[in-house]
């Protein structure tokens, strides 16, 4: 008679149990607090390069992700080559939200030279991402790629530097020149003029421009060349002059690109 099978044992699968989460490669850096201290300075050198490589390599992602959309967008009438649209309060011309093109891609699909140069060279390489700017001047370029990330970085700003209280920080993106027209129309700037019976010297007549730093005015929802006055106060060839800002045009509203 064959012997009798013994059944296989059964284990229940643990529950609850979550994937350890992946130390980033900057955590295996130990800086020595005792010993030489060259061999102090280069573990800390060298734990601020690889954070910056993290860093430089999540920009670059976001720079080819933005330039996908945009070349699959070039010549859309929705967003004008943007890939995205934004939009933002009409008080405060602070940005609300930022959402993709509706309308169809005008191009199906695009070669990897094409991303690869859009991502990497040119003045519109970070067209389509976002940056944040805190009022305490803190001020981070657009590397985000929507506006989820962009506050997440802000929030890591206030948690920082601030105690996690929020201090009136903003987000704010860099687009075409084409989308910033569409979406901002700015008028026609006012010519200026010359002042000849001011009655102040030309240094006076300069100090009356009271500028703001331009994270700050970027996250008060004002104009970052003149901070919101419209007008700037200049002195040249012993002429004073009351030049209207170039940027906003004399409206003293944020332009949609401010980076």
Same mark, same amino acid.
């Given at each position: 008679?064959?012997?009798?099978?013994?059944? *296989?044992?059964?284990?229940?699968?643990?529950?609850?149990?979550?994937?350890?989460?992946?130390?980033?490669? *900057?955590?295996?850096?130990?800086?020595?607090?005792?010993?030489?201290?060259?061999?102090?300075? %280069?573990?800390?050198?060298?734990l601020?390069?690889?954070?910056?490589?993290d860093?430089?390599?999540?920009t670059?992602?976001s720079?080819?992700?933005?330039?996908?959309?945009?070349?699959?967008?070039?010549?859309?009438?929705?967003?004008? %080559?943007? %890939?995205?649209?934004y +939009? /933002?309060?009409?008080?405060?011309?602070?940005?609300?939200?930022?959402?993709?093109?509706?309308?169809?891609?005008?191009?199906?699909?695009? =070669?990897k030279?094409?991303?690869?140069?859009? =991502?990497?060279?040119?003045?519109? /390489?970070?067209? #389509?991402?976002?940056?944040?700017?805190?009022?305490c001047?803190k001020?981070?370029?657009?590397?985000?790629?929507?506006?989820?990330? *962009?506050?997440?970085g802000?929030?890591?700003?206030?948690?920082?530097?601030?105690?996690?209280?929020s &201090?009136?920080?903003?987000?704010?993106?860099?687009?075409?020149?084409?989308?910033?027209?569409?979406?901002?129309?700015?008028?026609?700037?006012?010519p200026?003029?010359?002042? +000849?019976?001011?009655?102040? +010297?030309?240094?006076?007549?300069?100090?009356?421009?009271?500028?703001m730093? &331009?994270?700050?005015?970027?996250?008060?929802?004002?104009?970052?060349?003149?901070s919101?006055?419209?007008?700037?106060?200049?002195?040249? #060839?012993?002429?004073?002059?009351?030049?209207?800002?170039?940027?906003?045009? %004399?409206?003293?509203?944020?332009a +949609? &690109?401010?980076?």
């Amino acid at each position: 008679m064959p012997p009798k099978r013994k059944p *296989a044992r059964r284990t229940t699968a643990a529950k609850g149990r979550k994937p350890a989460a992946r130390k980033h490669p *900057a955590s295996r850096v130990k800086v020595p607090r005792s010993g030489p201290l060259h061999a102090q300075i %280069g573990a800390r050198m060298v734990l601020f390069a690889v954070s910056k490589l993290d860093q430089h390599d999540d920009t670059v992602l976001s720079r080819k992700n933005a330039a996908i959309l945009k070349l699959t967008h070039e010549g859309c009438p929705t967003c004008k %080559g943007n %890939g995205q649209i934004y +939009t /933002k309060d009409k008080k405060t011309g602070a940005f609300t939200g930022a959402k993709r093109c509706p309308a169809k891609p005008t191009k199906q699909r695009v =070669s990897k030279w094409a991303v690869y140069k859009a =991502s990497r060279f040119g003045a519109d /390489k970070s067209t #389509g991402l976002l940056g944040w700017a805190c009022p305490c001047g803190k001020k981070e370029k657009p590397r985000y790629r929507d506006a989820k990330a *962009a506050t997440a970085g802000l929030r890591t700003h206030e948690r920082q530097k601030h105690g996690g209280n929020s &201090v009136g920080g903003a987000w704010y993106a860099q687009a075409n020149e084409a989308a910033k027209q569409a979406a901002d129309p700015q008028p026609e700037a006012m010519p200026s003029k010359v002042v +000849t019976d001011s009655g102040m +010297t030309d240094d006076q007549w300069i100090k009356q421009n009271k500028f703001m730093p &331009v994270g700050k005015a970027i996250a008060a929802g004002r104009c970052w060349k003149c901070s919101g006055h419209g007008k700037i106060h200049a002195a040249f #060839g012993n002429e004073q002059l009351l030049v209207v800002c170039p940027e906003c045009k %004399g409206s003293g509203e944020p332009a +949609t &690109v401010a980076a």
